[in-house]
């Protein structure tokens, strides 16, 4: 079974700076992939980057960046000079075996000005 | 514009009726998905189709039923024998069926039961 951890509920961060989410992983496929997702308070779920698991680099979307340690499981994603449109929620999510998708329970980050 | 369009965005049911959710893509994709969001926690897959006519449950398919007629559309409906259908529903589709191709959701329905 597939498992999915974000071990931050919520975080402030200030306008400018940068804001490194949490999420670590579990799963017995050798082939899976790892999402990240930006939920806005209207609540459509708005897809920020992606990395494979034979992916070799990690991935970069303009300001997110995907932390991908592979003997750790974890993707953590890395958000770049913070806006205030970044206030949201984030979830995490795995792909793996069986064409479906594992969610995390996401984190509130909420950027001060 | 391609997209993923979900209607209606509010929607009040009475205790013991049905209602069908509507989602329509026209991106061309093959697969598409429906996940159940409670207040304060991810998603959770309620069914998924990876082809026109054919249809798998998810992890949470009791009190619920699908169809698959066109590629475009994957209509949902909220039976009566869901115990508790308040929540927020998703509608999803990915161009290829595996799980490592990435899932495009649509605006999504607020289901409330009064």
């Known amino acids: 079974a597939q498992k999915i951890t974000q071990t931050q509920p919520g975080m402030f961060v200030q306008e400018k700076e940068a804001v490194t989410l949490d999420c670590t992983y579990d799963?017995?496929?050798?082939?899976?992939?790892l999402f990240w997702y930006k939920q806005p308070s209207s609540g459509e779920m708005i897809f920020l980057i992606y990395?494979?698991?034979?992916?070799?680099q990690n991935a970069t979307e303009g300001r997110y960046s995907l932390n991908f340690q592979k003997a750790r499981k974890s993707a953590n994603l890395v958000i770049s000079a913070s806006q205030l449109g970044d206030s949201a929620m984030y979830f995490c999510a795995m792909g793996a075996a069986g064409n479906k998708l594992t969610f995390g329970g996401g984190t509130r980050v909420l950027v001060k000005p | 514009d391609g997209g993923i369009t979900q209607s209606p965005k509010y929607l009040f049911r009475k205790e013991g009726q049905n209602v069908t959710l509507s989602c329509e893509q026209n991106?061309?994709?093959?697969?598409m998905y429906w996940y159940r969001q409670d207040p304060g926690q991810g998603l959770r897959l309620i069914y998924y189709s990876q082809i026109v006519n054919d249809f798998q449950k998810g992890d949470i398919a009791e009190g619920y039923s699908v169809s698959r007629e066109k590629k475009e559309s994957f209509p949902l409906t909220v039976t009566s024998a869901q115990k508790n259908p308040t929540a927020f529903y998703l509608c999803?589709?990915?161009?290829?069926?595996?799980?490592?191709?990435?899932?495009?959701f649509g605006p999504g329905t607020r289901l409330t039961v009064l």
């Open positions: 799963t017995s496929d050798p082939s899976y992939g």
């Open positions: 999803a589709s990915s161009a290829g069926q595996l799980s490592t191709d990435t899932q495009y």
């Open positions: 991106l061309n994709h093959d697969a």
């Open positions: 990395q494979g698991s034979y992916d070799q």
